[in-house]
């Protein structure tokens, strides 16, 4: 089993930057993918980057192309670094994992999440 856990939510002002959290624990051979989600109430749950731990293979979202970056290091921690952060950045961000060597933004792939962080962007 993987159990993930965010930290470093919180409430910023429009044009700043935060860094986000995924502490993982548990099977590495279960977290070969690792991502970030997020989702607005009452939205669809949006894909916004993935890794794979092999390579360090990347792909993002075009909404946050460009101002987010996300990252792994030695321990396996999951980071998020969010620049030149918007309004519409506003959500409860989730990480997740999966297996598969396969790492694209498909929510169905992801088997483990954690309980997410908030991020909460005013102009």
């Known amino acids: 089993q993987v159990q993930l856990m965010e930290s470093g939510g919180g409430t910023v002002q429009a044009g700043e930057s935060l860094k986000l959290t995924c502490t993982p624990s548990?099977?590495?051979?279960?977290?070969?993918?690792m991502a970030w989600f997020r989702q607005v109430p009452g939205k669809k749950r949006e894909a916004i980057a993935t890794?794979?731990?092999?390579?360090?293979?990347t792909e993002y979202a075009d909404s946050v192309k460009g101002r987010f970056t996300i990252s792994q290091d030695n321990a396996d921690t999951l980071y998020l670094q969010m620049s030149d952060l918007k309004p519409e950045d506003t959500a409860l961000y989730y990480c997740?994992?999966?297996?598969?060597?396969?790492?694209?933004?498909?929510?169905?792939?992801?088997?483990?999440w954690g309980q997410g962080t908030q991020v909460t962007v005013y102009s």
């Open positions: 997740a994992a999966h297996s598969s060597y396969t790492c694209i933004r498909n929510e169905a792939d992801f088997r483990f």
């Open positions: 548990g099977s590495t051979a279960l977290r070969v993918c």
């Open positions: 890794i794979r731990h092999n390579d360090d293979a």
